[in-house]
């Protein structure tokens, strides 16, 4: 082997070691890939697995349960314990909001922010993120991309007509909902529905809570359920309300009960969800 040669296999080796994460400033900067990660958001866990970084996680929060393979734990993503969290020696502590977000890096443990996606986009560019910060960049684009494929082969499925059937996507038995300024709206106008939440009044937040009136009245040709683990809810229930028997989508039989960690996170299962929706949209 001539020394040239030696010289860049040593390189390509010592750079695939290495990725971006971020500092307490907020900078970009070289380091060895994280070893120890603690993840407590159920959709960065699985990008982590998905972009090939699983056998760097160590413990995952109570919530998350894809793929099976996680290492779950008694963590909570809601309520961080920071001595909990420090107890598994993480480098790096994956979080959807910066509740914990200071605490952790006064011990010195990095920290990435990832945030709810509100666009296709930003779920792009946060597994675009975890793949740089994990050394795993390469496979994140490929990712990356086949997502966008995939997504764009459904849409093309998608009938054309000028008219949409309307559809009501329920988060919980409290009537809260998703319009289409969110993740989940996005998705629903992509499988050629109209929301009936885009005419409620909302906070800003883009969930608005609707009401029992508002949804018989608004008699959506479809309701999707994304709340049957957590509220026990099904096409018995929904049919079981008050003037909710009348309710188009009941009478026909399209009240569809969705997976429910599929239909709440924004990670590589979207494709899944996106299916999903677009099957029912053409049965219409």
């Known amino acids: 082997m001539s020394r040239r040669f030696a010289i860049l296999v040593l390189g390509a080796l010592t750079l695939s070691t290495v990725s971006t994460t971020i500092t307490s400033a907020g900078a970009s900067v070289r380091t060895q890939r994280p070893a120890r990660i603690v993840s407590l958001s159920p959709t960065a866990t699985e990008m982590l697995f998905a972009v090939g970084a699983g056998k760097q996680v160590v413990a995952v929060d109570d919530?998350?349960?894809?793929?099976?393979?996680?290492?779950?734990?008694?963590?909570?993503?809601?309520?961080?314990?920071?001595?909990?969290?420090?107890?598994?020696?993480?480098?790096?502590?994956?979080?959807?909001?910066?509740?914990?977000?200071?605490?952790?890096?006064?011990?010195?443990?990095?920290?990435?922010?990832?945030?709810?996606?509100?666009?296709?986009?930003?779920?792009?560019?946060?597994?675009?993120?975890?793949?740089?910060?994990?050394?795993?960049?390469?496979?994140?684009?490929?990712?990356?991309?086949?997502?966008?494929?995939?997504?764009?082969?459904?849409?093309?499925?998608?009938?054309?007509?000028?008219?949409?059937?309307t559809a009501y996507y329920e988060l919980d038995d409290t009537y809260f909902s998703a319009d289409?300024?969110?993740?989940?709206?996005?998705?629903?106008?992509?499988?050629?529905?109209?929301?009936?939440?885009?005419?409620?009044?909302?906070?800003?937040?883009?969930?608005?809570?609707?009401?029992?009136?508002?949804?018989?009245?608004?008699?959506?040709?479809v309701i999707f359920l994304a709340d049957s683990k957590c509220c026990g809810q099904d096409a018995k229930t929904i049919g079981g309300r008050p003037g909710f028997a009348d309710v188009k989508a009941v009478k026909e039989g399209n009240v569809v009960v969705l997976n429910e960690d599929i239909a709440q996170r924004w990670g590589p299962r979207v494709v899944n969800l996106l299916r999903t929706l677009v099957k029912e949209r053409k049965s219409q």
């Open 63 to 165: 919530q998350s349960n894809y793929p099976s393979s996680v290492p779950k734990t008694d963590l909570s993503g809601f309520q961080p314990n920071v001595e909990a969290i420090a107890g598994y020696n993480p480098d790096l502590v994956v979080l959807s909001d910066s509740s914990a977000k200071s605490q952790l890096e006064t011990l010195g443990i990095d920290v990435l922010v990832l945030p709810a996606a509100k666009t296709l986009d930003d779920s792009y560019a946060q597994i675009r993120k975890l793949g740089k910060t994990t050394g795993r960049a390469a496979k994140a684009k490929h990712l990356v991309n086949e997502i966008r494929s995939e997504i764009a082969n459904i849409a093309r499925g998608v009938p054309k007509v000028k008219k949409q059937p």
């Open 180 to 221: 289409s300024s969110t993740f989940v709206g996005r998705l629903l106008k992509l499988a050629g529905f109209a929301n009936i939440a885009d005419g409620a009044k909302s906070d800003g937040s883009g969930y608005p809570q609707l009401s029992a009136e508002a949804v018989v009245n608004a008699n959506p040709d």
